[in-house]
């Protein structure tokens, strides 16, 4: 959808292993997202980038750090898994700062 | 907390119009109200959005009231596909980032029926 591809779909991890997520564009688009979706919170904003190299924390930034070091990746890092941190995880784009978000199509993790 | 708010469920009969009501009487004068919709395991599908002018584009149609406290999604001729919970959010023109955090609540789970 909208040229973003999040990998890994699923995947299973231990509590305190690190895991990075991939968020990769063919867009082009400048701003990109990440977010967490869980049951009774609704989709929370984690942390965004507005460039190369550019980023900032969203609303529930806590025990997560990205990088951007190209304009089509977004790379969204668990240094410590944890149990809290089991949810599904979206990658967003877009193009300017009052532009509709396009989503990916997740990726769920499960921390055990 | 999501400044919308929106019945939990509703249904529609297939190739009827479905019509979709927001409450967000404390919307602010620039604030955007934009309507996306997610299909289950699938990640957030844009919509529409708009000001204070009805919108239409070759997915559905906005109605926003002229106070701006209210707006309808009208999805004109639902099929089964349009099953799905639609959002309805509002967000402050010029804003990325946390500011322009899309907030979204619970939605309204919209069941489309044969």
């Known amino acids: 959808d909208a040229g973003i591809t999040q990998s890994p779909r699923h995947k299973v991890t231990e509590t305190g292993t690190p895991v990075t997520l991939r968020c990769h564009q063919t867009?082009?688009?400048?701003?990109m997202y990440w977010y967490r979706q869980d049951p009774g919170h609704g989709l929370r904003l984690i942390h965004y980038?507005?460039?190369?190299?550019?980023?900032d924390k969203g609303e529930v930034s806590d025990g997560y750090s990205v990088s951007r070091s190209k304009t089509e990746d977004f790379l969204l890092t668990l240094e410590s898994a944890t149990s809290s941190q089991t949810s599904v995880y979206f990658c967003?784009?877009?193009?300017?700062?009052?532009?509709?978000?396009?989503f990916g199509n997740g990726t769920r993790l499960t921390v055990t | 907390d999501a400044k919308t708010t929106q019945p939990t469920s509703m249904d529609c009969a297939e190739g009827r119009a479905a019509n979709l009501p927001c409450n967000h009487s404390?919307?602010?004068?620039?604030?955007?109200v934009y309507w996306y919709r997610q299909i289950h395991s699938q990640g957030p599908q844009y919509i529409i959005h708009?000001?204070?002018n009805n919108e239409t584009n070759e997915m559905a149609s906005l109605i926003i009231t002229e106070d701006r406290k209210s707006s309808t999604l009208i999805l004109p001729h639902a099929t089964l596909r349009d099953t799905a919970v639609y959002y309805c959010?509002?967000?402050?023109?010029?804003?990325?980032?946390?500011?322009?955090?899309?907030?979204f609540g619970k939605g309204t789970k919209l069941s489309v029926k044969p």
């Open positions: 967003a784009i877009s193009t300017r700062l009052n532009s509709p978000l396009h």
């Open positions: 867009e082009n688009h400048r701003y």
């Open positions: 980038s507005y460039g190369v190299k550019d980023t």
């Open positions: 404390t919307i602010s004068g620039n604030e955007y």
């Open positions: 708009g000001l204070k």
């Open positions: 959010i509002v967000r402050a023109d010029g804003y990325g980032g946390s500011q322009g955090n899309l907030i």
